[in-house]
């Protein structure tokens, strides 16, 4: 099978991480692959944040499980590196084009034989007076908005099973 298909079938939301942050050079290869994402008019509208510092994770792993209604549980899973979608707000196809940056994102972890999945929320957080000062803090205009968050990090045991492909996908008209 081409490799390309075998690493999109095999391809497993993980939520267990070893505490060992993932080397430059896959952190790199993976980041990469981000920005080669398609993107409406090629515009290339979304920026991506880098958190390996445990205390921001753990903030932003606090303030999540809040929006979540789960106070008190890491909705990250103890990943050691989260990478923080975000697209101008202003811009058309914003979410869009940061959503094809997450799929790349998770697509050359497991290419690389890292885990990753996406977490959700990063919209509420970023519209949150926190999250503005997470932006200001990073340099970037309030106009950011959150697509998604990509936790990375080597996989604590066995990848998960993948569910069976579900009728109705496909419609030949």
């Known amino acids: 099978m081409n490799e390309t298909l ?10 267990r991480y070893k ?6 050079a896959e952190l790199n290869a993976v980041l990469e692959a981000g920005t080669w994402a398609p993107s409406a008019k090629g515009l290339q509208t979304s920026v991506l944040v880098v958190v390996q510092d445990p205390e921001t994770i753990a903030y932003m792993s606090r303030l999540n499980a809040e929006i979540q209604g789960n106070p008190g549980t890491d909705p990250f899973y103890g990943a050691p590196t989260v990478v923080v979608v975000l697209g101008d707000g202003e811009k058309l196809n914003w979410l869009q084009d940061g ?7 998770m697509n050359a972890a497991a290419a690389l034989g890292l885990g990753s999945c996406w977490i959700n929320r990063a919209m509420e957080l970023f519209d949150r007076p926190e999250g503005k000062e997470l932006l200001k803090k990073w340099g970037l205009p309030e106009t950011y908005r959150g697509v998604g968050n990509c936790i990375l990090g080597y996989v604590d045991g066995e990848l998960p099973a993948p569910k069976p492909r579900k009728d109705g996908w496909i419609l030949r008209v």
């Open 6 to 15: 075998r690493v999109l079938k095999e391809r497993r939301s993980v939520r």
């Open 19 to 24: 505490a060992e942050q993932i080397t430059e």
């Open 99 to 105: 959503s094809l940056v997450m799929g790349n994102l």
